[in-house]
């Protein structure tokens, strides 16, 4: 346990996968969490599942919208009151080769995994900052590390969450605020790998059991194995820790 008892948090994209793993691991851990998704109804089920294990209040919202996030975010302090940690967590991936990849589908990356974490910390953080006491983690990729063939537009958006992550520690760590990232690497049982594993099957590409053979740990990751790091990087353990992106891959990725 990493002592965050009482602490309050938001969680976007929290309806599925890695998302909801890391909400049901801070309420393990005693904190109060809001929850933000498009998918209102996966969002709703996921909600009543984890209310079991704490208080939890959710809102519909697109990240990539600022008004939606200003409203998710209004709809949940007026619940929770004050945030003490933000997880930039929604995420989408378009496999295909970058002269594919149509327009639309480079905007809409770029608006939920950059855009989303812009209006997130906008709307949050000012708070922390008053407070002098916050932080945020940022779900960036292993891809955030290393341009990957059929990935590039993905890649690009993941390496701009590792940036933000280091631009956005340098400006709040005089605040208080510390802003973290983690990198997970080929994490199983969610719905973009599940999707990502159609795509590759269709292409005659290896599956994720097989790719694993080739991680040093020799399996996937589980979403689990991320929320244990992003509670981790939200406690007073990492008190000294600004600016990381912590690689969680079973050594797929080494740096
Ligand atoms: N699964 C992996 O192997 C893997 C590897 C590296 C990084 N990641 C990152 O981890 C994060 C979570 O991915 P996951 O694998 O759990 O995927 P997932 O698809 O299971 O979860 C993503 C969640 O984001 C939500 N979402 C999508 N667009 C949204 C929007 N516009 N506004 C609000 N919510 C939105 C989805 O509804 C979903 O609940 C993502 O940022 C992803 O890039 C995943």
């Not at 909801?20 to 691991?25: E, L, V």
Request: net charge negative; charged share 20%; glycine share 12%.
């Amino acid at each position: 346990m990493y002592g965050l008892n009482g602490k309050k948090a938001i969680i976007t994209g929290a309806a599925h996968g890695i998302g909801k793993a890391i909400a049901s691991r801070l309420l393990d851990e005693g904190c109060a969490v809001g929850l933000l998704d498009l998918d209102d109804g996966a969002l709703a089920a996921t909600g009543d599942a984890l209310s079991a294990k704490g208080e939890v209040v959710i809102a519909t919202c697109d990240v990539s919208s600022k008004e939606d996030v200003e409203k998710g975010v209004a709809a949940i302090t007026a619940k929770l009151g004050q945030i003490d940690i933000l997880v930039n967590n929604a995420g989408i991936c378009k496999v295909g080769k970058l002269l594919d990849c149509s327009e639309a589908e480079w905007k809409a990356t770029f608006g939920i995994n950059v855009d989303g974490i812009f209006h997130l910390v906008r709307t949050v953080a000012p708070d922390m900052v008053e407070r002098r006491s916050g932080a945020i983690v940022n779900i960036a990729s292993w891809m955030g590390k290393s341009g990957v063939a059929a990935y590039g537009a993905y890649c690009a958006s993941k390496f701009a969450a590792v940036s933000l992550t280091q631009s956005l520690a340098c400006e709040l760590g005089e605040h208080g605020v510390r802003v973290n990232a983690v990198g997970p690497g080929l994490i199983v049982d969610t719905k973009m790998r599940d999707e990502s594993e159609v795509k590759r099957k269709a292409e005659g590409l290896p599956d994720a059991l097989q790719r694993a053979q080739d991680i040093p740990l020799r399996r996937p990751g589980y979403p689990e194995d991320i929320a244990n790091t992003v509670a981790f990087l939200a406690s007073d353990q990492a008190a000294y820790i600004t600016g990381e992106t912590i690689s969680v891959t079973g050594g797929l990725w080494n740096d």
